[in-house]
């Protein structure tokens, strides 16, 4: 973004009284500074802010719950917004998938750091997997640790009918992210990252594909973009390397699953001789897939004739047969 579109931001926050969005695109100017090689400029810039917030938090306010950061005007349509209470400790995860999603936590919040060092942290993401491998919630658990608002692309209304049209609202959405610093999420990504050529690509898709890779390319702003697909191998192969991480999730595995099975009951008393039953019973499940079938599970023990709070093996297997049936007649579309 040029320094005159910082103003421009700058002005229109302060217009509005959006205090936050203020402190944003005064930030994005001093790391665009930074970047020219205008150090001393960039640093009193940020110095400035520091003092800002300093007279600000020494003017009482009153008491009351934050309000709800959401999209005004044509973005209210664009973009869903919530702040997810969401932890990475809330998911059962590989370690070396932990271990990356946790880098990128610290490199958002040592954002300044890195910056003085003219260093950029982790903020293009794309997660690639089956459905219900934790894709979703990832971008949930992010947001809730860095405790950001969650905004999520609506794509019933992002695309339009005429040419031009998406383009035009991807740039809002961008825009927004300079203005309010987030997590902005674009799930099912292939909508709008589907190879340009493909068989049936169309101009306009094409051209809405040129636009995204243009604005990832040029964003500036401090927020965390997240893209999701379940079909990495329809994206075209521009868009990998714009990203800064692609994360891949994969069906739980043998010693995954038990894990995720006694994360979802811990308050339940487990009887089960032999997981290795259980764990071929729900191989090829999704980790949501298992988590549903748990929760079953325990609803049938808390609701039997005992009200026990004991899991039997028997149980959680017939709950697991039963989830895998569900889900080949949802795959048929019956």
Do not use: C
């Not at 910082?6 to 002005?11: S, Y």
């Not at 068989?199 to 997240?226: K, T």
């Amino acid at each position: 973004m040029s320094t005159a579109r910082h103003i421009i931001a700058l002005l229109k926050s302060h217009i509005e009284g959006e205090e936050q969005q203020f402190y944003s695109a005064a930030l994005q100017m001093a790391a665009h500074e930074a970047r020219a090689g205008h150090g001393k400029l960039a640093q009193e810039i940020r110095e400035l802010i520091d003092q800002s917030k300093v007279n600000n938090s020494n003017v009482e306010r009153k008491l009351g719950p934050v309000p709800l950061v959401q999209p005004k005007g044509e973005l209210a349509n664009l973009l869903s917004a919530r702040y997810p209470d969401t932890r990475l400790s809330d998911m059962v995860l590989l370690p070396e998938l932990s271990s990356r999603l946790k880098r990128i936590l610290t490199e958002q919040r040592q954002q300044k750091h890195l910056q003085a060092h003219n260093l950029t942290p982790r903020k293009k993401i794309l997660l690639v997997g089956p459905p219900g491998s934790g894709k979703t919630m990832t971008a949930a658990a992010l947001a809730g640790e860095l405790q950001l608002p969650l905004f999520t692309a609506l794509y019933d209304t992002l695309i339009g009918k005429f040419m031009g049209e998406t383009a035009i609202r991807l740039k809002l959405i961008f825009d927004s992210m300079v203005m309010t610093r987030g997590v902005y999420f674009f799930d099912e990504f292939d909508a709008i990252g589907s190879q340009r050529n493909s068989s049936n690509d169309v101009g306009e898709i094409r051209r809405v594909l040129n636009s995204f890779l243009l604005f990832l390319e040029n964003d500036e702003s401090e927020s965390l973009i997240i893209a999701s697909t379940n079909h990495p191998d329809l994206l075209d192969k521009a868009l990998f390397r714009r990203f800064d991480d692609v994360l891949e999730y994969k069906l739980p595995d043998p010693e995954m699953i038990p894990q995720l099975i006694k994360f979802q009951l811990l308050t339940f008393d487990i009887e089960v001789k032999d997981w290795s039953n259980i764990v071929s019973t729900a191989k090829g499940l999704s980790q949501a897939e298992i988590v549903r079938a748990t929760g079953e599970a325990a609803k049938l023990s808390v609701l039997s004739l005992s009200n026990t709070r004991t899991i039997s093996e028997d149980n959680l297997i017939s709950s697991l047969v039963e989830r895998k049936d569900t889900t080949f007649w949802l795959s048929k579309g019956v």
